[in-house]
């Protein structure tokens, strides 16, 4: 008599979906605890399946019509650039930040404009956090009150349905994901199993009726962004809010963008009536100064196709520790720390017995490479005591052999420089063009960057 085996068991992880044969506490795939789920016997093998009638018909993909799908404007002039363009008719567009960063206020203002300037039909909100009079105290204080904005305090996928069946919006906002349950599914809300299905709700309704949505996402203590993996993969556009709590600038990064770039950057401003775009934001990180400041430089970032100014500033001191202190703010600290051990052995400057601090100005995170020379300049005048022009402007990526590399961009960056009143720039060796007007000096290595600076200071 022949002995039927019984298939064994599969698991699958709930945030990367790794499958494996038996159940760990760790996913071997993404590291995540306790996220691996039994799955069921594996199939012995995969059925035939009939052909089906389709839904629409194959077509040259000349004659698909895309008017239907062109990008509408929010009114949220950051936002819109942000997105390419705008807001695309069945797009469903995830915005994740800490709390208190703003994302409620900025959405809120979002559909207000949308109500206020759009013709596409009323704006439907829906809050699982807050109740309907907290948030309509909060649009009195922000002026974001219309009667064509809808409020709904739910937390049941079922019920934010029947409120979009009546309402018939023409955006649809959720605040946020991980409040909302469907009552298809077990386990309670904000849960792995209750975010991949309420996520994948909101995506089916928005395909179905080419109806916009934005979602609020929350994020983990490591800044990624709460629930499954999954969640980045179903939604359309994934933005980033971001900003220092001390200070009132905003930074909205895009992550993914299926209709445009993702690299793009939009400036906000809190204010204490809401929250306004920076079309111009980058005097908010340099602070003016009519002479120059020993351990500071400015450089040019490029956020996306923005380019933004910042400064760099540095802080050298004799330690009175046994192992001298290095802290970083706003830089990357691997890049700080290479930097300041190229300086030690090719520029000949002793900082092994130094404290050493850097940081940017205004809350600014600049983590690319084209700020090397700024903060190679920033801590080599702090630790001889001697002031950068205050009309200069440093570009260009250090090497382990202290060799100064190319940058993109360069043309763009001093332009910009330039229009804010920069005249001196110090870049690498064959950069290209340079606007017309400005004192450019190429440099190859920084030696011949720190004997430059007498010239420049002249």
Not at 251 to 267: Q, S, T
Not at 398 to 415: D, N, Q, S, Y
Request: aromatic share 2%; with cysteine.
């Amino acid at each position: 008599m022949a002995v039927t085996k019984t298939p064994k068991s599969s698991y699958r992880c709930a945030e990367c979906g790794h499958g494996v044969a038996k159940w760990f506490g760790r996913c071997p795939e993404c590291q995540a605890w306790g996220t691996l789920e039994e799955v069921g016997a594996p199939r012995p093998g995969l059925a035939r399946v009939a052909a089906g009638a389709p839904s629409a018909p194959a077509r040259p993909i000349n004659e698909v019509d895309v008017e239907a799908a062109r990008a509408v404007r929010t009114g949220v002039s950051e936002l819109d650039r942000v997105l390419g363009g705008g807001v695309v008719p069945g797009a469903v567009v995830l915005l994740a930040g800490e709390p208190g960063v703003g994302k409620s206020t900025l959405l809120l203002e979002v559909a207000h404009r949308w109500a206020e300037v759009v013709t596409n039909g009323p704006t439907l909100y829906v809050t699982g956090e807050e109740s309907a009079g907290q948030v309509r105290l909060r649009a009195e204080r922000t002026g974001n009150v219309h009667p064509e904005m809808f409020l709904a305090a739910e937390s049941d996928l079922s019920a934010v349905l029947g409120h979009v069946d009546a309402v018939k919006p023409g955006l649809l906002v959720v605040d946020s994901v991980q409040t909302m349950a469907s009552p298809a599914v077990d386990g309670a809300a904000g849960g792995v199993t209750q975010v991949r299905a309420v996520t994948a709700g909101l995506v089916s309704l928005a395909k179905e009726r080419a109806l916009p949505v934005l979602l609020v996402g929350h994020v983990t203590k490591e800044g990624s962004i709460a629930g499954p993996r999954v969640l980045e993969h179903l939604v359309d556009v994934v933005l980033h809010f971001e900003g220092d709590r001390h200070s009132s600038l905003r930074m909205l990064r895009g992550i993914k963008n299926r209709f445009g770039a993702a690299d793009e950057v939009g400036c906000f401003e809190l204010v204490e009536g809401g929250i306004v775009g920076v079309p111009d934001p980058s005097g908010l990180f340099l602070n003016k100064r009519e002479t120059g400041v020993a351990g500071t430089a400015v450089t040019v970032a490029v956020e996306g196709k923005r380019p933004l100014l910042g400064e760099v500033q540095a802080l050298v001191s004799r330690s009175h520790l046994g192992t001298p202190r290095r802290a970083v703010s706003g830089l990357d600290s691997a890049r700080v720390s290479m930097i300041i051990a190229v300086l030690e052995r090719r520029g000949g400057i002793r900082l092994g017995d130094s404290d050493i601090y850097t940081a940017t100005v205004g809350g600014m995170k600049i983590p690319e490479p084209a700020a090397d020379l700024a903060v190679a300049l920033a801590v080599a005048t702090a630790a001889r005591d001697v002031a950068l022009p205050p009309d200069l402007v440093v570009l260009g990526e250090v090497g382990l052999a202290g060799e100064v590399r190319r940058v993109t961009g360069v043309r763009t960056r001093l332009a910009e420089a330039m229009r804010l009143g920069f005249s001196k720039a110090l870049v690498p060796a064959d950069s290209g063009d340079h606007p017309p007007g400005m004192q450019v000096r190429e440099v190859a290595d920084l030696a011949t960057a720190m004997n430059n600076l007498a010239v420049l200071r002249s």
